[in-house]
């Protein structure tokens, strides 16, 4: 038979479409539905009762409630510990992820292990440690004393606890994306004759600049929203070291207008987590394209 016949009778390839899958249409409506049930319920329902309950009173209560002295306390307390944290996590970040993908020494293995440990030890449990070592009793607790340098229960307490429960973030972004790029683009540029700095900023930021994105976001979102960690060192000084959610606890505690007020407080972290999100989003629509072909590298 000839090429041509054969051509001829080669049965057409399948489309695309018909290959996603094979489920019958109840059944993928069915997953569907049972995906937007388990959604609405644990986060849109949650979410709506909270910008409810803050409205509840009226909107002269609700922006009332920032007015409140110690209420703006806490707001600014949670940006200035997000503003110092995010940026330490994204330098750390990248240089960890730096040293594991293009580097081999003894310890690699080690290193990512301690990358990973605040995914796994409780945030209580790291607030716990750092009273145990800069504490009035802890390690350091005398020296800092002597020295009139105060740790716990005050701004560089809170600052620690939340860098710990969120450098994991940038790194782990990081890790696996520059691994999968590999070396070859930054020795060619060295080979072409840019300096490292150089090869730093015109190469290897914009490989890894959506993965970075993605991890500073995460890093943001729990900043802003740590409590266990930040409940421990903190102290709960009021309209002194209350971040945002530990003021919400304090407010819903004291009921009545209080818990209002809490809610009112709750709304605002809330936006700001749907500002981040929305910013994600959007970022991701301009430079979809850009984002695609970076992942594809």
């Not at 399948?14 to 109840?26: A, G, L, M, P, Q």
């Not at 072409?192 to 930021?205: K, Y």
């Not at 809490?262 to 994600?280: E, N």
């Not at 979809?288 to 594809?296: R, T, W």
Request: one cysteine or more; a neutral charge.
């Amino acid at each position: 038979m000839s090429e041509l016949a054969i051509e001829l009778y080669r049965e057409p390839p399948v489309s695309r479409e018909h290959n996603v899958t094979t489920e019958k249409r109840w059944v993928r409506r069915t997953l569907i539905a049972i995906a937007l049930v388990f959604l609405a319920a644990f986060l849109v329902v949650p979410l709506v009762e909270v910008f409810y309950q803050a409205f509840h009173a009226g909107a002269a209560a609700y922006f009332e409630t920032f007015g409140d002295p110690d209420t703006q306390t806490a707001i600014w307390m949670t940006l200035g510990v997000a503003a110092i944290t995010v940026p330490l996590n994204v330098v750390f970040g990248v240089v960890a992820a730096w040293a594991i993908s293009k580097f081999d020494f003894k310890g690699k293995s080690l290193l990512i292990t301690l990358i990973d440990l605040p995914f796994s030890v409780s945030p209580v449990v790291s607030g716990l440690v750092f009273v145990l070592l800069f504490g009035a009793q802890g390690v350091f607790g005398p020296w800092l004393t002597a020295h009139r340098i105060q740790i716990i229960f005050a701004l560089p307490g809170i600052v620690l606890a939340t860098i710990f429960v969120t450098f994991p973030f940038v790194a782990r972004e990081l890790i696996p994306l520059m691994q999968a790029q590999g070396k070859s683009d930054e020795e060619a540029a060295l080979t072409l004759g840019a300096s490292p700095l150089r090869m730093f900023w015109t190469v290897t930021v914009p490989n890894i600049r959506w993965g970075l994105l993605y991890g500073v976001l995460l890093c943001n979102a729990r900043a802003m929203g740590e409590f266990g960690a930040v409940s421990v060192v903190s102290g709960h000084v009021i309209g002194g070291t209350n971040t945002m959610p530990l003021h919400i606890q304090i407010l819903y505690e004291g009921g009545g207008a209080g818990a209002t007020a809490a809610f009112a407080v709750a709304s605002l972290l809330a936006m700001l987590a749907l500002v981040t999100l929305v910013a994600k989003t959007i970022l991701e629509w301009r430079y979809g394209d850009e984002l695609a072909h970076g992942a594809k590298h």
